[in-house]
């Protein structure tokens, strides 16, 4: 069974960053496409970031497009999400998700995934 845990949460001032980390459990990684969402209260789920595989290419949400990274070890069964010059705005619980199956045209949509972790949560506040 596929597990995803997220880690790396927590509390930042605006301007500054946090790594969030996802690591992956359960199946054959180098397989699984793994996005990372946001949810913040009282609003919908949102698409962050995703890698997909085997291809490896990445996309962004508009949102985030030049302040976030996303990133994939394959030896360590993890995908990254380096996240700069947060803004109050980016507060949210963040997950990841995984599934093996995704199409391009449904890689941004949180309903066509699988798997999920926990979330972690971020908080960008002075």
């Known amino acids: 069974q596929v597990q995803l845990v997220e880690s790396g949460g927590g509390l930042v001032q605006p301007g500054g960053s946090l790594r969030l980390s996802c690591s992956f459990s359960?199946?054959?990684?180098?397989?699984?496409?793994i996005g990372w969402f946001r949810q913040a209260p009282g609003k919908e789920r949102e698409f962050v970031a995703v890698i997909r595989q085997p291809a490896r290419t990445v996309h962004y949400a508009d949102s985030v497009k030049g302040r976030f990274t996303i990133s994939r070890d394959n030896a360590q069964t993890s995908v990254y999400l380096q996240m700069n010059s947060l803004q109050p705005a980016d507060t949210a619980t963040y997950y990841c998700?995984?599934?093996?199956?995704?199409?391009?045209?449904?890689?941004?949509?949180?309903?066509?995934?699988?798997?999920w972790g926990q979330g972690t949560q971020v908080t960008v506040s002075s």
């Open positions: 359960g199946g054959t990684f180098s397989r699984y496409t």
């Open positions: 998700a995984g599934d093996s199956g995704l199409i391009l045209s449904s890689i941004r949509d949180h309903r066509m995934y699988d798997y």
